[in-house]
């Protein structure tokens, strides 16, 4: 089973929210190669949740993918921060997916922790200048984080 890390300001949604929602709309991911990778997940997939632009980034918990994807709707909204003017309801190059709540950390594993682990050294997160919002994980590195919680 493919795993992967998706990442989201906990103020838009948080491991929390998804986990009171217990299913929410993960949208918004407006880079070609995140989004490549968001057509490519499978209902039953795990992702870990991870916090970002916040006090303290890092994997809050897992959920896992609920459906295919599917046009994101956010594109063709004008009032949404996600908004693309180039795109139409014929030619929507965006993709969203849903999502569900599996569990909640009792800590947020810190970037820093992860950026220690000598297993997790091909893990895009940890390298330097990148920026992706969702990446794969290897299993290797799915379990050297399960281990940190």
Request: negative net charge; proline residues 8%; charged residues 20%.
């Amino acid at each position: 089973m493919p795993y992967w890390l998706m990442k989201s300001e906990p103020d838009e949604l948080s491991i929390h929210n998804l986990q009171r929602l217990e299913q929410a709309r993960w949208d918004g991911v407006r880079n070609y190669q995140a989004r490549n990778f968001v057509r490519s997940m499978q209902p039953g997939d795990l992702f870990f949740f991870y916090h970002s632009s916040c006090p303290e980034p890092g994997i809050a918990g897992i959920g896992r993918i609920t459906s295919a994807h599917y046009p994101d709707p956010t594109a063709l909204e004008p009032g949404s921060h996600y908004f693309d003017a180039k795109a139409s309801e014929d030619k929507n190059p965006w993709s969203a997916i849903d999502v569900g709540f599996v569990e909640a950390f009792k800590r947020v594993i810190p970037l820093a922790t992860l950026k220690a682990q000598s297993a997790l050294i091909a893990l895009p997160l940890v390298q330097k200048g990148t920026r992706l919002s969702v990446m794969p994980v290897a299993e290797e590195e799915w379990a050297a984080i399960l281990a940190l919680r």
